[in-house]
């Protein structure tokens, strides 16, 4: 009995120095690949790189924000790809099927009803706010819309055209999609627009009948453009934009319609240009 009770003792001190010295089991090899592969997938699932440390150092001081804030004045140059349609077209085109039905000529090329021409322009930008900024601008084109018609002996052809001229000055802002909302390449870089357009210089409407009307400058503006675009780069100091672009101009003249067109309405002189746009603006960033 005394020697059962010396075995009993024996086991109680020797079963805590086993389970201290023996190794727990994850520290086996088999248990040890386990872990590890469970490490990695908790990792994935929580969104980390496998085996890189998570970034938790403050953000750099040169962010977007402090970037933009960093941009001055710019300076630009702007050409635009424009298809037209002036409201008074049918003016001129009435006018030309008169006279070829008056002389009896024979229509070679009638007046095309949508005309392309190319806006070209200056431009000065000044940053207000980080993601706005205010320009003045300027806008100058010329297109010319012609009809041609011979006798019927094709011995005498006659052109029946007329041309449209704009000289603009506008001022207008531009709004840069924040990268909250939007991102690009994280830079706002897509942008829109709207600028406000007068009349400043020569601008109307020349025949080949030899006459004119010219728009008089108006106090509430002559029209508007809107675009959406696109901005290379905020930073170096050459760059460039390009975008697409609805533009409604409107002119009145104190001249009357009769005195550029023989049968035209006893009226003053009044037109409506629209144009879709493809518009490429390069900018100097100082």
């Not at 009809?147 to 005498?156: C, D, F, P, R, V």
């Not at 600028?195 to 400058?217: C, E, L």
């Not at 901005?231 to 101009?249: D, M």
Request: hydrophobic share 40%.
């Amino acid at each position: 009995m005394k020697i059962n009770h010396l075995f009993i003792a024996f086991l109680l001190l020797i079963v805590p120095v086993f389970a201290q010295t023996t190794p727990p089991a994850d520290s086996l090899p088999a248990f040890q690949r386990d872990s590890a592969k469970a490490a990695l997938i908790r990792e994935i699932e929580a969104g980390k790189s496998p085996g890189k440390a998570v970034n938790t150092a403050p953000p750099s001081a040169d962010s977007l924000d402090a970037r933009l804030r960093k941009r001055g004045f710019f300076l630009g140059v702007t050409l635009s790809f424009a298809f037209a349609d002036l409201s008074e077209r049918g003016l001129f085109s009435h006018y030309m099927d008169s006279v070829v039905t008056k002389d009896t000529l024979r229509v070679l090329q009638a007046q095309d009803p949508v005309a392309i021409y190319f806006p070209i322009g200056l431009m000065v930008g000044i940053p207000v706010f980080p993601y706005l900024d205010i320009w003045l601008r300027t806008e100058h084109f010329w297109y010319r819309e012609s009809g041609l018609a011979n006798n019927q002996t094709g011995s005498q052809t006659r052109e029946f055209w007329y041309a449209v001229q704009g000289n603009l000055a506008g001022i207008g802002a531009r709004y840069l999609v924040p990268v909250s909302l939007l991102s690009v390449s994280n830079y706002p870089g897509i942008y829109f627009s709207y600028t406000r357009f007068w009349n400043f210089g020569p601008t109307g409407i020349y025949a080949s009948t030899g006459g004119s009307v010219r728009a008089k400058t108006e106090i509430g503006g002559a029209g508007y453009e809107i675009q959406a675009g696109y901005q290379q780069n905020f930073e170096k100091h050459w760059t460039w934009t390009g975008g697409l672009a609805y533009t409604s101009l409107n002119f009145k003249s104190n001249s009357l319609w009769t005195s550029i067109i023989p049968n035209g309405p006893v009226e003053y002189a009044e037109w409506n240009l629209r144009s879709l746009r493809l518009c490429l603006q390069g900018l100097y960033q100082f």
